[in-house]
């Protein structure tokens, strides 16, 4: 879920960084049902940009993931069929190669997240869908990941959180046309079992838009 500048971060922690989706198990299957909700029907092929250790791309069937930490991509093997060493801002990919990407907080580790989204454009076909995630900053869960990133946490004190209408300006300006968004963890870190994705965004932890390029 990174880009150069947080390479090193994820470099060191990817064992670390993996165990959190046991740890937290509940948290995670509520994010990893909203992501296979908007991924289910998406075109192939698809690619997750930041893939990580590859929780999402496996859920969600992404073929191709693509994240410079060669750490989190030895962890990912056997989750993803294909997998790549490199950035969103300069994606190894020819243009108009996708059908679908993937985007899972990833620009909220960004160097420049415009040029991602710019760049994700530039690989998706004519009528390619791109879902983007965040934590939005404006939900008490970014609240509290915000505050522990002051108090210097490993990874939310490297992080940048954007409000809900900043991500669908950043995809609109990328060139996307915004058509779906869908949210979760509106209970936060404190989710009594999993919860089923919502259009009701006030509050949601976790909110993930869906982006067509027309």
Known sequence: MILMSTRDLFEENAEDYDRWYEENAEVAESEGRLV?????????PRAE??????????????????DPA????????GRVEHLVRGTGE?????????????IVVTICFADDP?????????????GGIAVVCVVPRDSPLGELYIDLGRKGHRYYSRARFYGKSEVALLMREAGFEVVEALGTLRHGLKARG???PSRELE??????FKGVKR
Request: with cysteine; aromatic share 6%; proline share 4%.
């Open 194 to 196: 999993p919860e089923e």
């Open 70 to 77: 060669a750490a989190m991509l030895r962890i990912a093997r």
């Open 203 to 208: 509050g949601a932890g976790f909110v993930c």
């Open 49 to 66: 940009i930041g893939v990580g250790t590859g929780y999402f791309a496996k859920r969600a069937g992404v073929g191709i993931g693509i």
């Open 114 to 126: 415009r040029k991602m989204l710019e760049e994700s454009f530039r690989v998706l076909r004519k």
């Open 90 to 102: 300069h994606l190894p990919l020819a243009d108009s190669s996708l059908g679908s990407v993937l």
């Open 36 to 44: 296979e909700s908007l991924m289910s029907a998406a075109p192939e």
